[in-house]
């Protein structure tokens, strides 16, 4: 999944975490021995995940083919983020067979999972690497700036399109 040979640019995830905090999304850093643990402490049960590859062991508890059911009463969803933007505090979710899009936006919170190798400086750079995937018949990915919300209700409301609460887990 990641895109490069795990070379870690600091700077940019620096970057990525300081536009993610402006955008009220948490962020931590963790190690791949550390995620599973990490991942238990930061969801609400009931929770449901998309397939989320090698390397990345969930509480027994988590299936990774949840049912509409499973979406509709899950208080958080677990996905894989396919890259970060570090100048926007962006992730994109890429839409796969595992339902990676409706894992994102139906619970109340969303924790992605983004490989530190995987943060990319700019929107014109993420688009540059997706350019492939594109090409390949992937033709659906979602950038996501935080948490839902709206203002043209009048006062802003969160939560309306989507998590009103959003944590990115960052792997290095």
């Known amino acids: 999944m990641s895109r490069t040979n795990n070379t870690v640019d600091r700077s940019l995830r620096s970057a990525f975490r300081d536009r993610l905090a402006a955008v009220d999304v948490d962020s931590t850093v963790v190690s791949r021995d ?56 962006s992730i994109v979710v890429s839409s796969s067979p595992g339902l990676d899009g409706p894992v994102s936006l139906f619970p109340p919170k969303h924790v992605a999972i983004l490989e530190a190798a995987d943060i990319v400086a700019d929107l014109e750079t993420a688009l540059e690497l997706l350019a492939a995937d594109f090409a390949a018949g992937a033709n659906d990915v979602v950038f996501v700036t935080g948490p839902s919300s709206t203002g043209d209700m009048g006062e802003l409301v969160v939560g309306v399109h989507g998590p009103a609460e959003m944590e990115v887990v960052i792997v290095e």
Request: proline letters at 5%; glycine letters at 10%.
């Open 34 to 89: 550390a995620l599973a643990d990490t991942l238990e402490t930061r969801l609400t049960e009931p929770a449901v995940a998309s397939d989320l590859g090698d390397g990345v062991d969930l509480p027994a508890a988590i299936g990774t083919e949840p049912t509409l059911a499973d979406l509709r009463a899950a208080a958080t969803g677990i996905t894989r983020a396919r890259l970060g933007v570090a100048s926007l505090g």
